[in-house]
């Protein structure tokens, strides 16, 4: 078993991408092909260019009996650790160099050709580069020491005549061969600007007769390089870049990104490296699951593929090595999701790190948009949005509103919304909490994180958020019902609970309009928060937000914020709940630490401490449980408002 996918080109025989009838036919055009001839192999960085070209010279060179010799130039060596001019000219020198050695010239012939290249540098390039760059290219060929450099009528036209005798020298040298393929790969690696200059050398000196160039560039590339010239394109002027791209490319091959098969790439892929075992790759609802999530994210990019499957590589072995029959459980129980959410990191990390701090993504509402200060819809654009399947609900709303502050995220608004709301119908289905289950789940993905928590990177070594968060439970509920549930007494007919068992980032909680032994009443259900632990490298922090229901969970009850009759008491439980918290110092406000809206209100406070024994200890679980008592008889005076629902 491999640990993980080689990010190199495909070999020859290798198809899994369904690359093979392209790879056939553009092999059959070359092999009859009337040289001069330069062919562009279009596609974004990693889309499998070289992987292509790999196959074209298996078969064109280096199959018995092949038609062609075959050169082989990456730009990207030849340009390393070299100033652009450098750059161009070792590049010119790496292709003649190739050619001379098929053509098997001697030393005073390789003497000639480098006077040629003095001579087209000197006479040809020299004003085009100190013009370009400032040098003097003529200088930079002196180490070469090439002294019978003639004066000639024309510096192109000399070497070209050089090359072309090289050329056939070499051919005659090779029977039964029809030209030279030159294979020029990662002219989208180099500085656009350079990759345009290599490209007018290449069609002003190896313009020549049994030559075909095959090079692996984009046009996106080229508008680039192109801009310096004619700066940047417009609808005014795109044709002067597309007129360049046509005068030096005669046939353009665009990679068929669209037409590969990533479903057995990935579930080969996922079975070589154990993320799936044998029964699971031959499950089709589990693969299919899989491969849309592929594709709705990093897509049909090979590059991109390999680099999500080496996430997922190691997030197993670590796995695998960590004593948690949870991790386990939930690693078996959900590779779907878990494949979904680091495809999420890989892709969108933006809308990953979203999911790490509200993990109840179907619940994003108002509180979402202010924490992370999300721009206002348009006008008009709410009623747009409600009649499209991706974002005619609340948090999908949001979604797309926290898309709109990015633009390579709001571009793909509509593809991160269809992945969101397959995990959620997911998890609905197997009546588990969403927010719970992306929670327990996000541990696993995090340690391939390229971002961590802010929060996190400079606390203490030993602070582990999960013990703090169920010490805290412990300590302020401190009793434990049967059936996982903690449970405290708040007095004055109030109480708390928790049925979580697994921490993570928060330890949420639920408090009621009731003593202990009524709790069975959804007209009892009063507010649920939850608290969130943080460091910031100077001082601990507890967290604390919550969400007071007008409606009730199980919308047996609504109350109607806007009355006239409840204002009074509105305004008493909003100033009650900024008192609750000032046994711990700290200040609290109408308009920041609280608000409503149409159905429900929310709330949030934080409270500093000190260390592990001052967050158990002490008083500071008593004050805790006192604040919460506060907060909870603020709030039950206005369950008298709950008004029964008609269904």
């Known amino acids: 078993m491999k640990s993980n996918v080689v990010d190199q080109p495909a070999k020859a025989e290798g198809d899994r991408l369904n690359m093979k009838a392209y790879a056939a036919a553009l092999t059959d055009f070359v092999k009859e092909a009337e040289a001069p001839l330069t062919i562009a192999l279009q596609g974004e960085w990693g889309s499998g260019k070289t992987s292509l070209m790999n ?21 990207w060596q030849y340009a390393l650790m070299s100033n652009p001019e ?30 040629k290249l003095a001579t087209f540098a000197g006479s040809a390039c020299s004003q085009f580069f100190a013009k370009q760059f400032g040098v003097d290219f003529k200088k930079n060929i002196e180490e070469w020491n090439a002294p019978d450099a ?15 005798s090289a050329v056939k020298k070499a051919l005659e040298n090779a029977k039964g061969k029809r030209g030279f393929l030159f294979f020029i790969d990662d002219l989208d690696r180099i500085d656009p600007p350079v990759a345009v200059q290599i490209l007018e050398l290449l069609k002003n000196v190896f313009d020549l007769e049994n030559c075909i160039f095959i090079l692996a560039i984009d046009y996106g590339v080229v508008v680039k ?79 991109s593929l390999k680099r999500l499957i080496n996430y997922l590589s190691l997030i197993r072995l670590l796995i695998e090595r960590t004593p948690s029959q949870e991790d386990d459980s939930d690693f078996k129980a959900w590779k779907d999701i878990l494949f979904a959410l680091v495809s999420l990191q890989v892709q969108y990390p933006k809308v990953y790190e979203a999911l790490l701090a509200e993990p109840d993504f179907p619940s994003w509402n108002e509180t979402f948009e202010q924490k992370w200060r999300l721009p206002a819809l348009e006008e008009g654009e709410k009623g747009k949005l409600d009649k499209m399947e991706e974002f005619d609900e609340s948090w999908e709303q ?48 995090a340690v391939t994180s390229v971002k961590s928590d802010p929060e996190q990177t400079i606390a203490p070594e030993d602070f582990n958020k999960s013990n703090y968060l169920k010490a805290l439970r412990d300590h302020t509920l401190g009793m434990e019902w049967p059936d996982d549930c903690w449970c405290a007494d708040l007095g004055n007919g109030k109480a708390i609970t928790s049925v979580q068992k ?28 939850s608290f969130h632990i943080f460091h910031d490298g100077q001082s601990f922090q507890l967290k604390m937000q919550g969400e007071f229901y007008g409606n009730t969970p199980q919308e047996s009850f609504r109350i109607d914020f806007a009355s006239d009759a409840i204002q009074a008491d509105l305004a008493a439980a909003e100033a009650a709940f900024c008192a609750a918290w000032s046994p711990f110092g700290i200040s609290t406000a109408v308009g920041k630490n609280i608000g409503h809206w149409d159905a429900n209100m929310w709330w949030n406070a934080t409270v500093p401490f000190k260390d592990w024994d001052g967050l158990i200890k002490g008083d500071f679980p008593k004050k805790l449980r006192a604040s919460l008592a506060a907060v909870a008889e603020a709030f039950a005076s206005l369950v008298k408002y709950r008004a029964p629902v008609n269904r």
């Open 502 to 529: 697994r921490f993570q980032s928060n330890f949420a909680c639920v408090l009621w309009n009731a003593p202990l032994s009524g709790l069975s009443e959804n007209r009892n259900y009063l507010l649920s928060f």
């Open 55 to 75: 196959s074209l010279k298996a078969s064109l060179v280096d199959a018995p009996d092949a038609p062609y010799l075959g050169i082989w130039i990456n730009t």
């Open 86 to 115: 450098e750059a161009i000219l070792n590049i010119l020198m790496g292709i003649s160099g190739q050619v001379s050695v098929f053509a098997k010239t001697s030393a005073e012939d390789r003497k000639r050709f480098l006077g």
């Open 398 to 445: 949001m979604l797309f509103r926290f898309c709109r502050r990015d633009t390579f995220l709001e571009a793909r608004a509509i593809n991160i919304s269809r992945i969101l709301n397959r995990i959620k119908a997911r998890i609905v289905g197997t009546k588990q909490p969403v927010g719970d289950t992306i929670e327990w789940l996000s541990r696993l993905s």
């Open 225 to 303: 390089g192109l801009k310096p010239k004619f700066g940047a394109m417009t609808p005014e002027n795109e044709r002067e870049f597309r007129s360049f791209f046509d005068k030096i490319i005669q046939l353009p091959f665009a990679m068929p990104v669209n037409s590969y098969k990533i479903d057995d790439f990935l579930m080969d892929s996922l079975a070589g490296i154990g993320y799936l075992d044998a029964k699971e790759k031959n499950d089709s609802p589990l693969c299919e699951a899989i491969t849309f999530y592929a594709l709705q994210s990093v897509g049909r990019n090979p590059r």
């Open 150 to 164: 003639e004066t000639a009528k024309s510096g192109v036209e000399n070497l070209k005549s050089e090359l072309a």
